[in-house]
């Protein structure tokens, strides 16, 4: 009988804790998935941990919550981390290649992957992951997987992620306590990509936007590889907070009138509909306009969008995407969104549904599981590759590994 082994992921929102339990047969790379956890977040603020105690507990129910419907223990995670403390670098590395008839060897792409970590990271901050671009044999640039081609110069265009070191620890420090190993950490932003991307959405180029609540992830593809991430500190919470203030109302009315009755199209709205609070709320009575509402959400939404298109900007592909933007996080759920997005981006878009996996939970079949869901799909591809399970926390020498390995799954 095949051997079947038990996958887990953890995404620490700043609004939900998400947990996933998949199943993976050996030798395959399409997990079975058999639960799902959620929990609210209520220790975290913009991706940072704000009190260590409340974090723990809600990670563990989390956890619970999965175990209970998949009917396993969860013992170790593929951890995926965000927020505003993510940032990215592109850097290049340069070696000679060792080996006699100069094939380049695993061990030459490693070496030339740890001299693109030469630049100047500040020592607070920490390498979580390191994703070649393309390489340069010689003069031939351009390529994917250079191993078993012949050359004596071998050259790497790098993307580099990093986290801020007390940020990422505080927050391994909590997966520890709530009782679970890590088995890798990932930026949440390439996990998301991960779950809603085809492989030729990847190779036409694409950009894949997370909405959370703390904050809006972007990464962008082009010819099957990452070029580039960022992380924009304007989230659903903002929507949430511009309602509360633009209505005067509580936060947590503003929360609930927002998802119940929110748009972003306020052209949609009869002028005349009104929202009673009294019914969502004790503290707060008034009668508000719905379209109003919608104007107040419209706005928030355009500017992230437009924060996007800047980004997109800054690396010459404002509105230049063939496969467009594909929208994740629990906040791309708002009505009208497509048309925003597609008219202030100036690109065909459409929501991101986690795919390529197997089971029948429903719950994951909504695009605020695309980061949990990705984790999964991130460790099934590490899995069959006799990857270390039992580590606390990763080292460089263990991220590297890591991107080796997706390297070779990427092009095998
Ligand atoms: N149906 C909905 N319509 C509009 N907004 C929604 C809806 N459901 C959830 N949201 C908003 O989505 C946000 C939470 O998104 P999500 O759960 O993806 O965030 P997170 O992963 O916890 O946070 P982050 O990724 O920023 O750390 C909240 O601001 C919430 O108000
Ligand atoms: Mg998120």
Request: charged share 25%; net charge negative; glycine share 10%.
């Amino acid at each position: 009988m095949a051997k079947v082994r038990v996958i887990a992921s953890l995404d620490i929102g700043s609004s939900k804790i998400r947990t996933v339990v998949g199943t993976l047969d050996e030798g395959s790379q399409v997990p079975n998935i058999i639960g799902v956890g959620i929990a609210p977040s209520t220790g975290m603020r913009k991706g940072a941990i704000i009190d260590v105690e409340e974090t723990i507990n809600s990670i563990a129910s989390s956890l619970e919550d999965a175990e209970r419907m998949a009917g396993e223990p969860i013992n170790h995670v593929f951890l995926g981390i965000g927020g505003n403390n993510i940032e990215s670098i592109n850097s290049k590395g340069v070696i000679a290649v060792s080996h006699a008839g100069n094939e380049i060897t695993e061990d030459d792409v490693d070496r030339v992957l740890e001299a693109a970590q030469a630049v100047s990271i500040p020592s607070n901050r920490r390498i979580l992951r390191i994703i070649p671009k393309s390489f340069t044999v010689d003069e031939q640039k351009g390529i994917k997987y250079p191993v078993g081609m012949t050359g004596i110069r071998l050259e790497v265009e790098a993307h580099i992620i990093t986290g801020l070191v007390p940020a990422v620890k505080n927050v391994e420090k909590c997966v520890l306590q709530a009782g679970v190993d890590i088995d890798d950490i990932i930026p949440s932003c390439l996990a998301s990509a991960e779950a809603v991307l085809s492989k030729r959405q990847k190779e036409l180029g694409v950009v894949v936007i997370d909405i959370g609540s703390g904050g809006t992830s972007v990464s962008v593809f082009e010819e099957g590889t990452t070029l580039h991430t960022a992380v924009i500190p304007v989230g659903g919470e903002n929507v949430t907070n511009d309602v509360a203030i633009g209505l005067r109302t509580s936060i947590d009315t503003a929360e609930k009138i927002k998802i119940e009755y929110g748009t972003c199209a306020p052209m949609d709205v009869n002028e005349r509909e009104i929202i009673d609070l009294s019914l969502v709320s004790k503290i707060d009575t008034q009668k508000v306009a719905k379209r109003h509402m919608a104007e107040i959400i419209e706005a928030r939404y355009h500017e992230i969008f437009l924060l996007i298109r800047d980004e997109l900007a800054k690396i010459n592909r404002d509105g230049m995407l063939p496969a467009g933007a594909i929208l994740t996080g629990a906040a791309v759920k708002i009505p009208g969104i497509l048309d925003l997005a597609r008219e202030t981006l100036n690109l065909p878009v459409q929501i991101g549904f986690p795919q390529n996996f197997d089971g029948v939970v429903d719950k994951i079949d909504d695009p605020a599981y695309a980061t949990a869901i990705g984790l999964i799909l991130w460790g099934s591809r590490l899995e069959n590759r006799s990857y270390g399970f039992s580590l606390k926390g990763i080292n460089l020498k263990k991220s590297f590994g890591g991107v080796k390995d997706w390297l070779k799954s990427l092009f095998p």
